[in-house]
């Protein structure tokens, strides 16, 4: 069974740029997350799907960045513009619908903003 | 809202030891469910064990147990027989029952714990 992928696995970008993560579930999976760890830290949840609606974006910085779930598979990340302080592991995950189900996350793309 | 605590940034044990992480939680519910995940170098988050809060039996899972100490809010992880592989980044996480509205399944992490094994 094929894991939860991502792209890129590293970025560099300057401060004001914009970038783009890409995101694709395991099959099946109606539910998407995108986390940000900042390192050192644990991760902290930015935005959830189910199927292709929001659930929970309570935490996302509306201001700079954006996702979409289309047709309720792939999933992309955006950040616009990005600032020094969003430099992290974006992590993406997996998981079946239903309380306590496993999570099953992608490997991240590092971004570091300069 | 629902908060994790790892109040050990790091940790060390001889291979073939046994070690234990600690985790602390604090919710007002009483449907949820712990993990505990593992993070090694690549990135790439691991389930480890889970525990469902309702179940009073401790989870286990080959050389991995916890102590579920529901009315103390405690969630601890015992590596038995640890082995080189096990180094890595451990998180405890908290995810809501039911009663958590369409958000459950959201994970709440700790910290984290760096476990170094000694050969």
């Known amino acids: 069974e094929a894991g939860v992928a991502q792209s890129p696995r590293y970025k560099i970008i300057e401060k004001r740029q914009s970038v783009a993560f890409w995101c694709n579930p395991i099959?099946?999976?109606?539910?998407l997350y995108w986390y940000q760890q900042i390192l050192g830290q644990g991760p902290k949840l930015l935005i959830q799907?189910?199927?292709?609606?929001?659930v929970d974006d309570s935490q996302l910085p509306k201001d700079r960045f954006s996702a979409e779930r289309l047709k309720g598979v792939d999933s992309t990340l955006k950040i616009q513009p990005a600032k020094l302080e969003d430099s992290a592991v974006y992590l993406c995950?997996?998981?079946?619908w239903g309380q306590g189900a496993e999570a099953f996350f992608g490997q991240g793309t590092r971004l570091t903003v300069v | 809202a629902q908060t994790v605590t790892q109040s050990q940034p790091e940790m060390s044990v001889q291979e073939a030891e046994t070690v234990t992480l600690s985790c602390t939680y604090d919710?007002?519910?009483?449907?949820?469910?712990l993990f505990w995940y593992k993070q090694p170098p690549s990135r790439q988050m691991i389930l480890v064990i889970r525990?469902?809060?309702?179940?009073?039996q401790n989870a286990t899972e080959n050389r991995f147990s916890v102590n579920f100490q529901k009315a103390a809010k405690s969630f601890s992880l015992k590596i038995s027989d640890s082995q080189l592989g096990d180094a890595a980044m451990y998180f405890c996480?908290?995810?809501?029952?039911?009663?958590?509205?369409?958000?459950?399944?959201?994970?709440?992490f700790g910290q984290g714990t760096i476990l170094t094994v000694h050969p």
């Open positions: 995950a997996s998981s079946l």
């Open positions: 919710t007002s519910e009483s449907d949820y469910y």
């Open positions: 525990q469902e809060a309702y179940k009073q």
């Open positions: 996480a908290y995810s809501p029952g039911r009663a958590g509205g369409t958000s459950y399944g959201k994970l709440t």
């Open positions: 099959s099946g999976h109606a539910t």
């Open positions: 799907f189910q199927n292709n609606g929001v």
